[in-house]
């Protein structure tokens, strides 16, 4: 049982560049969610989807962009990658809003942009 | 203040000690409340959920207090094992976009 993939796991962007940064996952969950952890920090929710087709914005989503076409994929675009995006990426999902019940993490993403 | 506040530690403590963490939250319309465990560089996962009336789960016991706003997680018979950063995480009420994760508390149990 795979759970929640996210791919790549490490990765480094000159500042300019664009990378998508992948998630799936095998649970048939409808929510997914990305965050970001900064060194001392609490996650951060960049965006998430409810469905199939429906997105949105969460507390930091400038920079970032999403899409959900189907119900195991949610990719994380970055365009014009900064410094301030440096941080490690977590895809999350959960059968029901993450605030009602457990999600489910990907093992992140280590994120470098220089 | 800080929606959802947490000791960062570390807490260092002996095998087989009791240890307890808070955490505080300020939005009193606060309804749900979950222990998470993050191992170092990996991703968290969830320890607990915590109910009004108080859950244990084995050595691991959680509680409410809405009065003070706070939740506590309770560690008896500290095992190596239970080294850790343990986040809270608090929903607001509102949608999926009110849930905040704490900042972690980090434990160090020690031989």
């Known amino acids: 049982n795979a759970g929640v993939t996210q791919t790549p796991k490490f990765r480094i962007l000159k500042i300019g560049q664009s990378m998508t940064l992948q998630c799936a996952q095998d649970?048939?969950?409808?929510?997914m969610y990305w965050y970001r952890q900064d060194p001392g920090m609490g996650l951060k929710l960049i965006y998430y989807?409810?469905?199939?087709?429906?997105?949105d914005k969460g507390e930091v989503p400038n920079g970032y962009n999403v899409s959900r076409s189907t119900t195991e994929d949610f990719p994380l675009r970055l365009e014009l990658a900064a410094p301030s995006q440096t941080s490690v990426y977590f895809c999350?999902?959960?059968?029901?809003?993450?605030?009602?019940?457990?999600?489910?993490f990907g093992q992140g993403t280590r994120l470098t942009v220089v | 203040r800080k929606e959802v506040e947490q000791d960062p530690g570390p807490f260092n403590v002996p095998e087989g000690a009791t240890v307890a963490f808070n955490c505080t939250y300020s939005n009193s319309a606060s309804q749900s409340f979950f222990w998470y465990r993050q191992d170092c560089r990996k991703e968290p996962k969830l320890l607990m959920s915590v109910y009004s009336s108080g859950n244990e789960d084995g050595r691991f016991t959680a509680q409410l207090n809405r009065a003070s706003q706070y939740i506590s997680l309770l560690i008896r018979d500290s095992k190596l094992s239970d080294s850790a950063t343990y986040l809270c995480?608090?929903?607001?009420?509102?949608?999926?976009?009110?849930?905040?994760f704490g900042t972690g508390t980090k434990l160090q149990v020690i031989p």
């Open positions: 999350a999902s959960s059968g029901q809003g993450v605030g009602d019940t457990e999600a489910f």
């Open positions: 649970m048939n969950h409808n929510y």
């Open positions: 989807s409810v469905g199939a087709g429906i997105t």
């Open positions: 995480v608090v929903n607001r009420a509102g949608g999926y976009q009110k849930v905040t």
